[in-house]
Every structure is written in C-alpha cells, then in structure tokens.
C-alpha cells in the first residue's frame, strides 16, 4: 500500500492548477468481444463499491478542489443514483465542477437518469455505438437502436452536457453506409461525439484511412482531439486534463493517475502504488497526448527540429502560436509521426 499522495494547493491568491478524479467502475450485464476495458459481469453490490472508493479517496487528501469527476467504466450506470450521490457528498468540488457519467442505453431509464441529474452529474456519456441494430448485434451490444435514441432524448432533456460515443469501419461496413450513418449523427443534435475507429485489420490500412478522411470531412462538430468532437465550450474538461498533462486521482480497480511527477496506480484488491516519473518522462507523455489534439504539443527542447520542418514540409504537422499541430493528413500516421518527432 503508497503512503498517501497530497495532490498540492497554491497560495492565497493564486490561480488553482485543475484536478481531475477518474471513478472506475467495473462490472457490465454483458461483455462486448471488442473492449479492453478492465470489467466484468460479477455483480458486486454497491455497497462494496462504496467503501472500495471511500478507501481509495483516503489516499489522496484533500489538497484543492476538484475541477472535474468523471465515472467510466464498465457501466457505471448500473450503479444507483443514490450511491452516486453517496460516493460525490464528501468530495471537494469546485462551483462549475463537471460531472460526468457513462450511461449504457440499455442500463438507464429517464426516471434513473432524472436521479443521476439530482445527484449532481451534469454531462453524460453514452455508449451508443451504431444506430444499426445489426451491427448493434454483431458487436454483442445489449441495446437496439431505438434504446439508444431514446436514450440520448431523455439525457438532452435533463443534462446540461451529453456526449454519444459510436464506432465505424466494422467488419463489412462500407464507407458509403458510414457516411450516412455520420449525417444521421449529425442530425442528432449532440453538441460532443467520440468517433473511434475499428484496429485497421478489419479493412487494412488504406480503407482505415479512407473512413477517417471520410469522418473528418462528414461529421459537423469541430475536431479536438483524435477522435472527439465538439461544439465551442462542449469540449470534455476532464478528457483535455489528460491530454494536456494535468493531474488526476484515478480510484477503482485499475485505474492510474497523475499527480505532478508521481504516477499511481490501483490494483483489483484497492491497493495502490506510486512511483515516480524522471521530467523527461513526463514531459514525452505531454508531447505524445498534445499531438493527438487541436492544442497541439510545446515544441521543445525534446523535438527533433530537423523532422519537424520536413513533416511541416510534408503537410504532416504545423506550428501554430509555437506549439506543433499535427493536420489531418498528420493525424493518420500520428504514431509514426510522434515517434520520429520525439527525442
Ligand atoms: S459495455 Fe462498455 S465497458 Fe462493458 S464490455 Fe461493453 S464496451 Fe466494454
């Protein structure tokens, strides 16, 4: 078991450093073949849950209010709203705290989520997928395309901030069909969507390609990271912590965070670890997340200067108020890019 960590408060007057809390809940009603989550189907009640978090936040007292919450899973929104409520009363968090829940369509009635809302969370995101109940199916998804919809009017009615997550280049999908599945998307109203795409063996590497093209010229929300969309102001404050290195408490069975320099970790019994990360590290970490967003990465002492000029040559990356932007092109390839960039 780590000695506890402190995460650090500033002075009187000083502008607060964000912090984020990541809850990890892991238990299912069904496992999708697909996911490398950490989650299971043994139902564990809450009350196990609660006292596995309670432990978990005893190692990290409080040093400064917490900027966003954010419980992933798993489905999170197997738990009851009152449990929710339990696990936020004795948290310190700051007046325009972010809230977020991830809500399977199957797991949440509008009377569960009117809950969640009165228990504080104010952005959902829902696991929706595909609005094709076929390849809702063959995903081994537990919910049909009209749960989904359903689903998403209810949490627009009720949170401030709603988020759908959906995959594309499935086995047998055609670009064509994601294209019309996207202006469905877009028709939607959602003002926050994650796009992730199937590993590229499904299609190979050109047709990967091909449907990311697709999906960046067919999808209405402006990009800000790799795969997330968003309208102005909508963007997930939790998520741009940790692509923009900030520091985050992770609790529940193997979640990890960031505090400054210390890296922590949970194991499936609750027992945490920290060890510490060397600067440069870090700073490689910072570079490898800013990449992968429209913020871009410091371009730094750890760049190779010489490939940056021929990827900004090549169309690949630029630099914008001295920070590397990678373009779409650059997005493509953006582990290689990352690799041949970083020092
Ligand atoms: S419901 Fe979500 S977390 Fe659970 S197995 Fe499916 S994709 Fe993974």
């Given at each position: 078991?780590?000695?506890?960590?402190?995460?650090?408060?500033?002075?009187?007057?000083?502008?607060?450093?964000?912090?984020?809390l990541?809850?990890?809940?892991?238990?299912?009603?069904?496992?999708?073949?697909?996911?490398?989550?950490?989650?299971?189907?043994?139902?564990?009640?809450?009350?196990?849950?609660l006292?596995?978090?309670?432990?978990?936040?005893?190692?990290?007292?409080?040093?400064?209010?917490?900027?966003?919450?954010?419980?992933?899973?798993?489905?999170?929104?197997?738990?009851?709203?009152?449990?929710?409520?339990?696990?936020?009363k004795?948290?310190?968090?700051?007046?325009?705290?972010?809230?977020?829940?991830?809500?399977?369509?199957?797991?949440?009635?509008?009377?569960?989520?009117?809950?969640?809302?009165?228990?504080?969370?104010?952005?959902?995101?829902?696991?929706?997928?595909?609005?094709?109940?076929?390849?809702?199916?063959?995903?081994?998804?537990?919910h049909?395309?009209?749960?989904?919809?359903?689903?998403?009017?209810?949490?627009?009615?009720?949170?401030?901030?709603?988020?759908a997550?959906?995959?594309?280049?499935?086995?047998g999908?055609?670009?064509?069909?994601?294209?019309k599945?996207?202006?469905?998307?877009n028709?939607?109203?959602?003002?926050?969507?994650?796009?992730?795409?199937?590993?590229?063996?499904?299609?190979?590497?050109?047709?990967?390609?091909?449907?990311?093209?697709?999906?960046?010229?067919?999808?209405?929300?402006?990009?800000?990271?790799?795969?997330n969309h968003?309208?102005?102001?909508?963007?997930?404050?939790?998520?741009?912590?940790?692509?923009?290195?900030?520091?985050?408490?992770g609790?529940?069975?193997?979640?990890?965070?960031?505090?400054?320099?210390?890296?922590?970790?949970?194991?499936?019994?609750?027992?945490?670890?920290?060890?510490?990360?060397?600067?440069?590290?870090?700073?490689?970490?910072?570079?490898?997340?800013?990449?992968?967003?429209?913020?871009?990465?410091?371009?730094?002492r750890?760049?190779?200067?010489?490939?940056?000029?021929?990827?900004?040559?090549?169309?690949?990356?630029?630099?914008?108020?001295?920070?590397?932007v990678?373009?779409?092109?650059?997005?493509?390839?953006?582990?290689a890019?990352?690799?041949?960039?970083?020092l």
């Amino acid at each position: 078991m780590a000695k506890s960590i402190r995460p650090k408060s500033h002075g009187k007057g000083r502008t607060l450093e964000q912090l984020g809390l990541y809850i990890h809940y892991p238990q299912c009603a069904k496992r999708c073949w697909y996911c490398d989550f950490h989650s299971g189907t043994d139902r564990r009640g809450d009350g196990y849950w609660l006292e596995f978090y309670r432990k978990g936040l005893e190692m990290f007292p409080p040093g400064r209010p917490l900027s966003s919450v954010y419980f992933g899973g798993g489905t999170p929104s197997l738990m009851r709203p009152e449990t929710i409520a339990e696990i936020l009363k004795p948290l310190n968090l700051a007046g325009n705290c972010e809230i977020t829940l991830e809500l399977n369509p199957a797991t949440a009635s509008k009377a569960k989520m009117r809950g969640f809302a009165a228990a504080g969370v104010n952005r959902v995101s829902i696991g929706v997928q595909s609005l094709d109940n076929a390849q809702l199916l063959a995903l081994g998804r537990i919910h049909t395309a009209r749960q989904a919809r359903t689903a998403l009017d209810n949490a627009m009615q009720l949170f401030p901030r709603v988020s759908a997550d959906f995959i594309y280049a499935l086995e047998g999908q055609a670009i064509a069909q994601w294209e019309k599945q996207l202006a469905h998307i877009n028709s939607l109203g959602l003002s926050h969507v994650s796009l992730y795409q199937m590993t590229p063996q499904q299609h190979g590497e050109d047709a990967a390609a091909g449907f990311f093209l697709a999906t960046q010229d067919g999808i209405s929300l402006p990009r800000y990271e790799v795969s997330n969309h968003a309208a102005p102001g909508h963007e997930s404050r939790h998520n741009l912590l940790y692509w923009q290195g900030g520091d985050f408490i992770g609790i529940g069975p193997s979640a990890h965070g960031r505090i400054g320099l210390i890296a922590t970790y949970c194991d499936l019994e609750g027992n945490y670890t920290q060890e510490e990360i060397a600067p440069d590290d870090r700073l490689r970490e910072k570079i490898l997340m800013g990449l992968r967003t429209e913020y871009g990465a410091e371009n730094c002492r750890l760049i190779n200067q010489t490939r940056l000029d021929d990827m900004v040559s090549a169309g690949l990356a630029r630099i914008r108020g001295g920070r590397i932007v990678l373009t779409t092109h650059g997005l493509l390839v953006c582990d290689a890019v990352a690799a041949a960039l970083i020092l």
